[in-house]
């Protein structure tokens, strides 16, 4: 969140990093000062400013302002990530939440809650690995956040130790489909053979539609037919035998005729 003040040393306008940001010029100076006190800043000095709100509260047009952040980064002073539009003045967390003596917060301390916190809480953006590595021991920061990772997605989820996130919905449906195609071949083998006709198959091969096994060699589009019609319910009966016998004869003819013949010729 946004500070009610910032600390700027005296020492910044004599130091080396001063008089270098100085020998850029007055743009890169005034930039320097702006990203150390935007009211957008945070403790961490890494946070989302677009380069048009630094143009409006410095009054720098914005192509000047670019070659001034560009000037700034050759200083290792702060960094701009144009993708998230988010700064990153590296020393400034040093100067905002340590004191002048202080190296590291002491591992008790209150405020590595609320660092852990508002780093955890960064939008995904280009400087989040180089933060860790800079403060990781001087704040007691545990985990590392990927600079370019989302926060939610796999790689991310699985640098915290959380369980890996669900098989995508194409691939469940792939395995479907093999698991179908594994059925398909382990199905029986007494299906009539490519070409050949329900009518024929019945009568060559796999036994009177009478009989026990008839029913089962039939091609399964012709029994769902006959099983539509409670007058063709017969067929499971000895009676039926003749008349089916005299339907399949008159299919003999044509080799090929299917259930789709037969329906009709049924109805």
């Given at each position: 969140m946004p500070r009610d003040y910032s600390r700027v040393a005296p020492g910044f306008w004599t130091g080396p990093t001063g008089r270098a940001i100085r020998a850029l010029g007055q743009d890169a100076l005034l930039v320097a000062l702006h990203l150390m006190t935007s009211p957008h800043a945070t403790m961490l000095g890494l946070y989302y400013v677009p380069e048009a709100y630094i143009a409006h509260e410095t009054g720098i047009p914005v192509a000047r302002v670019r070659k001034?952040?560009?000037g700034l980064a050759g200083l290792d002073f702060a960094h701009y990530d144009p993708a998230s539009e988010h700064v990153w003045?590296?020393?400034?967390?040093q100067y905002q939440i340590l004191e002048p003596d202080e190296?590291?917060?002491?591992?008790?301390?209150?405020?590595?809650?609320?660092?852990?916190?508002?780093y955890a809480a960064l939008p995904t953006n280009a400087h989040l690995g180089r933060f860790f590595d800079r403060y990781a021991e001087a704040f007691h920061l545990e985990i590392r956040r990927d600079s370019e990772a989302t926060p939610g997605s796999p790689s991310e989820g699985a640098s915290k130790g959380l369980p890996a996130q669900a098989k995508p919905l194409r691939s469940q449906e792939q395995e479907q489909e093999q698991e179908q195609d594994q059925e398909q071949e382990r199905a029986p083998r007494d299906a009539p053979p490519s070409g050949a006709s329900p009518a024929s198959a019945a009568r060559n091969g796999h036994g009177r539609v009478g009989g026990s096994t008839a029913s089962a060699a039939l091609d399964p589009d012709l029994m769902a037919v006959l099983a539509e019609c409670p007058h063709?319910?017969?067929?499971?009966?000895?009676?039926?035998?003749?008349?089916?016998?005299?339907?399949?004869?008159?299919c003999e003819p044509y080799p090929l005729a299917d259930h789709r013949w037969l329906t009709a010729k049924i109805r």
């Amino acid at each position: 969140m946004p500070r009610d003040y910032s600390r700027v040393a005296p020492g910044f306008w004599t130091g080396p990093t001063g008089r270098a940001i100085r020998a850029l010029g007055q743009d890169a100076l005034l930039v320097a000062l702006h990203l150390m006190t935007s009211p957008h800043a945070t403790m961490l000095g890494l946070y989302y400013v677009p380069e048009a709100y630094i143009a409006h509260e410095t009054g720098i047009p914005v192509a000047r302002v670019r070659k001034a952040l560009e000037g700034l980064a050759g200083l290792d002073f702060a960094h701009y990530d144009p993708a998230s539009e988010h700064v990153w003045v590296v020393e400034m967390a040093q100067y905002q939440i340590l004191e002048p003596d202080e190296v590291a917060l002491k591992p008790g301390d209150n405020r590595i809650k609320g660092i852990r916190k508002a780093y955890a809480a960064l939008p995904t953006n280009a400087h989040l690995g180089r933060f860790f590595d800079r403060y990781a021991e001087a704040f007691h920061l545990e985990i590392r956040r990927d600079s370019e990772a989302t926060p939610g997605s796999p790689s991310e989820g699985a640098s915290k130790g959380l369980p890996a996130q669900a098989k995508p919905l194409r691939s469940q449906e792939q395995e479907q489909e093999q698991e179908q195609d594994q059925e398909q071949e382990r199905a029986p083998r007494d299906a009539p053979p490519s070409g050949a006709s329900p009518a024929s198959a019945a009568r060559n091969g796999h036994g009177r539609v009478g009989g026990s096994t008839a029913s089962a060699a039939l091609d399964p589009d012709l029994m769902a037919v006959l099983a539509e019609c409670p007058h063709l319910q017969l067929v499971a009966t000895p009676a039926s035998a003749a008349f089916w016998e005299s339907v399949f004869a008159a299919c003999e003819p044509y080799p090929l005729a299917d259930h789709r013949w037969l329906t009709a010729k049924i109805r």
